[in-house]
């Protein structure tokens, strides 16, 4: 059952709560809690003997509060299925750029009412796994026309859409004279809708000096700019997102020690226990693509190790990674890559936040920082079944997504 709105909501009795607030300490944990929402946004959070008064009460039974999930990578703007190419990939088939075709077809194939159906199915399973903040892609379009309509139908549905018609060179096309188009007929059909830009920088896909172009149009008409890079192979993908200033890039599986030199350098004027300072390119891994291509899981350890901020996103797409589930990311983070508890949850909010510049302050839209859970920020609040995080590893798979709440509103 969810609450009806209220102006003003008190959660009270969280055994912890785990803020992710840089301005809170390493830690920002704080135990037999409370938080009230008012509207939109958090108006005040400390311990529960202290909360104010509010019109609506509900108890945590000491159960865990977490901001809501940050899903900075996703691709779901598509129709059609791939198990069968799943099916060969497990029978040892690798993964190849060019099953995005597949898609692309099915995607045409369908009208406004069954994309935009589809997308927001999509978007309610994942906010009913705890996201209340969500990036997706174009991608599965790849011309004039059919981008823009998914990028129309994005912009409905999603926080932030990114641009990316540099996904595959449809077949048949010629390669320079698409990239081209990307940068030309397409970008500025897309543009009234989408936030930032995006280049599939792979063997199979776009080579350097193409996605050079791409970035450079992009940035030039600006767009922000995000790079999906070093997915099956070491690459030239960190290094052009490092050099374009690129706000994250993604998948990262394959790193070179330069590679991470180089994205531990854009962080040098940053202040990660404070979270302030000058923000460099995030590292965003992809866990649940990683197991389903079979591919080593990227070097979170390594990487934060060296000074970088990561994210964690789901990479929900037809392809590589069909699922939007951020606990499952989170989980397999702690358990296979490496990382605390903290890290993981850190990485799949905050760290996701940063990959999309929404961490702090407001927006030109006046929207609220997200990822973190502070007086004045969004109010995207993740109640567990469990009475701390660490049960999102300790039982793997458990249905722990209690209730959710997107700017203020319950939503699970
Ligand atoms: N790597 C490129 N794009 C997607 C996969 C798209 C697909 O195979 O449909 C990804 O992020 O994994
Ligand atoms: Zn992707």
């Not at 059909?189 to 063997?203: K, N």
Request: aromatic share 6%; proline share 3%.
């Amino acid at each position: 059952m969810t609450d009806s709105p209220a102006s003003s909501l008190l959660i009270t009795n969280i055994g912890e709560l785990m803020t992710q607030d840089p301005a809170r300490g390493a830690d920002g944990v704080l135990r037999d809690a409370a938080v009230v929402l008012e509207g939109e946004r958090i108006a005040w959070l400390g311990t529960a003997a202290e909360a104010p008064a509010a019109d609506a009460v509900h108890d945590a039974g000491g159960r865990a509060v977490l901001p809501g999930w940050v899903d900075s990578h996703t691709h779901l703007v598509f129709a059609g299925d791939r198990t069968a190419e799943f099916e060969a990939r497990m029978a040892g088939q690798s993964y190849q750029a060019g099953g995005i075709a597949v898609t692309v077809k099915a995607t045409r194939a369908a009208d406004d009412y069954e994309l935009t159906r589809l997308l927001l199915a999509r978007a309610a399973e994942a906010a009913a796994g705890g996201t209340t903040y969500l990036e997706t892609k174009t991608g599965y379009g790849l011309d004039v026309e059919q981008e823009a309509r998914s990028a129309r139908i994005a912009s409905t549905v999603a926080d932030q859409v990114t641009f990316l018609g540099a996904h595959l060179v449809p077949a048949g096309v010629d390669a320079d004279a698409y990239t081209d188009l990307v940068c030309g007929d397409m970008l500025s059909a897309v543009r009234a809708y989408v936030q930032w830009a995006d280049v599939f920088c792979e063997r199979g896909a776009f080579t350097e000096e193409q996605s050079r172009r791409v970035l450079t149009a992009c940035r030039d008409a600006g767009l922000g700019l995000r790079v999906h890079g070093n997915q099956l192979g070491e690459g030239p993908g960190v290094a052009l997102a490092v050099e374009f200033g690129a706000a994250s890039v993604d998948h990262v599986n394959y790193l070179s020690d330069t590679d991470v030199e180089l994205l531990a350098g854009t962080w040098a004027g940053w202040d990660a226990g404070a979270g302030t300072g000058r923000r460099g390119t995030v590292a965003t891994c992809l866990p649940a693509c990683d197991l389903s291509t079979r591919q080593p899981l990227a070097p979170g350890r390594r990487l934060l190790d060296a000074g970088v901020e990561i994210a964690l996103a789901s990479n929900c797409n037809p392809g590589t990674s069909y699922t939007s589930s951020m606990n499952y990311c989170v989980t397999t983070a702690v358990l296979q890559m490496g990382l605390s508890v903290h890290e993981a949850v850190r990485a799949a909010t905050y760290g996701g936040a940063l990959a999309l510049g929404v961490h702090t302050g407001t927006d030109a839209d006046g929207e609220r920082a997200v990822g973190s859970i502070a007086v004045g920020h969004r109010a995207d609040l993740h109640l567990l079944n469990a009475p701390s995080a660490t049960h999102l590893a300790y039982r793997p798979g458990m249905p722990l997504t209690a209730a959710v709440w997107r700017a203020g509103k319950q939503v699970a």
